[in-house]
């Protein structure tokens, strides 16, 4: 280089040296997740870093998007230099859940997140949707691209209805039965769909009712089993008819009763009379007893007949007719005679009404031989009505 003052010159000889600006290492750009912040700690060599631009700071941490610029001025030449870093935020996992939960101990819960989500539930189940049906303090966690979402829920269990409902019941004939629920947070609805706190029952059966917790919306089914007591039933003739030197037994027909007890104290099924006498019977259950009264009155009963075995009808007024002879006198009679070929040939129904050998169809006498009977009657005995048949054979002698 040359400097002149325009008379004289001068000559000065230098050296210019480049001094080189300092390298900045640091990515182009960064991320964070929301709610988060990203460190960024950028690199130059004997170089003191201005990050942001203006503050001294080897490191920083952003939670803003932007363009962020970091200056480097070299500690021994003072040069500078800058780069930029783009800072861009990332969502986080978003979890549409609720605090609380309750169900009903025969249910479950069912919970899902996104399907872009990676998803990790306090039971152990990864995928993105579960079931929870324990209760308790439950959580999960979620992350996508790297940041992750953390969420506690608590999980309440209801125990399904206990009511008094549900069970055994019994009621008298001539009653009804009212069954009331006796909690009022219950809605029960009964097995005709009538939805009522309280039913009348008049017959017998199972029947089925729905309770719900009207507070919690927990259900229970429940079988009520009723059962109806019928009145005990008694049946005594008003008389009983004793034969002269006979005993007899007198069974009553009841039900619905454990028992019969006899106006002599005795419990038995049956009792035996020997003799006339008026007599009581009761049988009774929890719900009613009932009374009847009778008497055994004798009688002279022996209906033994007397039947000829053989007659003569050949007008000498000697053993002309055949004719049966009762020692009762029947309310019902019959008699039939049959010949050999098993055809009828008299039938009466008068006890007084003798056979004379004749063939009441064809108008004419019947041939000697021998012929069937059938006698049949009926009169009163001890033991009530009797019928009485008797067969036999009778010969007709000319």
């Not at 640091?26 to 460190?39: G, H, I, K, N, Q």
């Not at 940041?147 to 004939?173: A, H, K, T």
């Not at 008694?234 to 454990?258: H, K, R, S, T």
């Not at 002599?264 to 007893?289: L, R």
């Amino acid at each position: 280089m040359e400097v002149t003052d325009g008379v004289c010159n001068k000559r000065v000889v230098f050296s210019l040296l480049e001094n080189n600006i300092p390298d900045i290492d640091m990515p182009l750009v960064a991320e964070y997740c929301e709610f988060d912040s990203v460190l960024i700690v950028p690199q130059a060599l004997n170089s003191t870093l201005f990050f942001p631009a203006g503050v001294e700071s080897s490191s920083f941490y952003i939670s803003e998007e932007g363009v962020y610029e970091v200056l480097a001025q070299d500690t021994f030449t003072g040069c500078v230099s800058s780069a930029e870093i783009t800072v861009s935020e990332l969502p986080i996992p978003v979890i549409n859940l609720e605090n609380q939960y309750e169900i009903c101990s025969y249910e479950t819960l069912d919970l899902g997140l996104n399907n872009s989500y990676s998803v990790d539930w306090s039971n152990g189940d990864f995928t993105n949707s579960t079931m929870y049906y324990s209760g308790g303090v439950h959580s999960v966690t979620a992350e996508l691209n790297g940041c992750e979402s953390f969420f506690e829920f608590e999980l309440s269990i209801n125990p399904p209805p206990v009511s008094n409902l549900p069970g055994d019941y019994s009621f008298c004939e001539d009653s009804t039965l009212i069954l009331i629920s006796s909690n009022a947070d219950y809605s029960v609805t009964w097995h005709n769909g009538l939805v009522s706190n309280e039913f009348i029952f008049s017959e017998s059966g199972e029947f089925s009712i729905e309770i719900e917790n009207e507070l919690t919306g927990c259900s229970g089914a429940g079988l009520v089993v009723i059962s109806k007591i019928l009145n005990p039933v008694l049946e005594l003739d008003e008389v009983y008819y004793l034969c002269e030197g006979e005993e007899m037994e007198i069974a009553p027909f009841y039900e619905n009763a454990e028992s019969l007890i006899w106006s002599t104290g005795v419990e038995s099924e049956t009792a035996f009379f020997s003799e006339p006498t008026a007599f009581g019977v009761t049988v009774f259950n929890e719900c009613k007893t009932e009374n009847l009264t009778s008497e055994v009155e004798g009688i002279i009963c022996d209906c033994i007949p007397y039947i000829p075995l053989a007659f003569t009808p050949d007008n000498d007024g000697i053993n002309e007719v055949f004719k049966p002879i009762l020692t009762c006198e029947p309310f019902e009679y019959s008699m039939a005679i049959y010949n050999r070929w098993g055809e009828q040939v008299f039938f009466t129904t008068d006890p007084e009404i003798a056979w004379v050998g004749d063939d009441q169809k064809g108008g004419y006498y019947v041939p000697a031989g021998v012929y069937s009977y059938k006698l049949a009657y009926k009169s009163v005995q001890i033991d009530g009505v009797r019928v009485e048949i008797r067969n036999g054979m009778v010969s007709v002698i000319r």
